[in-house]
């Protein structure tokens, strides 16, 4: 490993992932500090020894101890905070993040970045339907899958700082994708998935079903349960991927409705067993249960 | 109970729903009889005790000595048994299934069925993506939705014997739905949701994507892995329920595919606050696992 465990690390944003960060770092003997805007979630991550030093404001001190930091805000606010506070950062910083878009992020922090530190993006591809530092679990990172996701600017060294920060935290696969290549993979695994969870719910009033949804129903809409401000960014961040997918998505489905409605039986089981086959390499696949 | 526990029990079809029946069902009493059309199922089935006897034909001997009947059968070979054997079933003798669909079967079975025999329908709500009596597990049934579908020529008495079986079986909710409602219903909550899955892993070639997928689309696929010869068969016997859920489906997900080209933020956000609304109510009524 390249990482030096003795290091200074600031969590930016101390939500579910941020303090999931700070459990699965602070364990290997890093000195982690975080940020939050309210002292609610710093209250919580002291008394709980998620974290050694804490601030409810952008501490400019501890931004300029931090030899790594880890971003775990919305996207514009990172690049907010970027252009407000980096004068403060140490040479040699490297910076990762965990924002689940990259190319409409990754260059614009790069292109006003000074030039003595590092941005390196990173996506850890986990989460849970709670918020908040209360709800964070380092567990939710093992054999998770993880994205680093560097561009030209990045040195080798970063990268492998990035990876060592994935390993420490316990995930399974690690993979490098270009900006391009994460956003269109985001756009069909993760966005599509939940646009299309979220229009199962809001498709017609379904409540009084609720009484009569088998499994399949609800592992299809667990994640229905949706931070709003959250998903609507990212969206918009991605469009042209998401809506690109969509109509894919939307065209398969147009047409297998018309094997139904045609009784084309032999349509419907050869599409059948293809996602029966293509399927079945998933579960060959399977990460852990957490 | 209605049900008297020293009763005869004969399922027909022995793979992995009939074989749950016959295990939940022994355990309480009943000698239970099995028919398959293979030697197999019913080598194993005795062999694991989960029926006392077992033909792999339909042994007319048995079948006049049963007072319940559970057909585990797909919906058409249901209709093509009772034309050919029920001359043999014991007077006053009480039919129930498991099928998905039910508009296209009930009314057939009912009409062709001898007066002196009674067939109450049933849909429990349970399954698994594997085959066969020897993945039969009697725990399925626990907490599941069971849904009686009677119809005008259905006795109290019938209902509440299969009310019966439910209860012996340790489902969660008993609902009563006519066979209109229980087909609307579950060309929304089942079917629906398997052509979402199927149509996921179809719609491009994704098997490139497996290391990078995350729960969620985990999630929306693993009902992808189907048995084909089944479904399409239910999806064809449930027509006009399925496809006019599917343009539901269709033109939501278009709207909300509109918002993100336009980045209607605000747009987005109603919807997803609304899919986490009602989604909610889904955890708070959240079944038991198994």
Redesign the interface.
Known sequence: MLIEKNKNVLIVGLGLMGGSYAKGLKKHGFHVCGIARRQDPIDFAIAHDIIDEGYAYTDTDAVSRADILVFALYPKAFKDWINEYQKYLKPGAVITDVTGVKECVVYDIQNILRDDVEFIAAHP???REVYGVENSDERMFYG??Y?VVPTDKNTDDAIEVCKDLGRLLGVG?I?VLSPKEHDR?IG???Q?????????????D??H?????????????????????M???L??MN?EA??EQ?????????S??EM??K?D?EG??A??????E??????D??RPKK
């Open positions: 591809m986990c989460g998770a899958n994205i696969r993979s993979m069909f695994v993760s599509l998935t939940h646009v299309i969870a979220v229009s199962l719910m809001t498709c017609s379904n409540t079903l609720v009484d009569y949804t088998g499994d399949s129903f609800r592992d299809l809409t667990r994640i229905a349960r949706i931070n709003d401000t998903w609507s960014e969206f918009s469009k998401l809506t969509i109509d894919v998505f939307m065209k398969e489905l147009g297998f409705r139904i409605d009784g039986i419907m089981r599409k059948m067993r293809l996602s029966t293509r399927r079945a390499l998933f579960d696949k399977r």
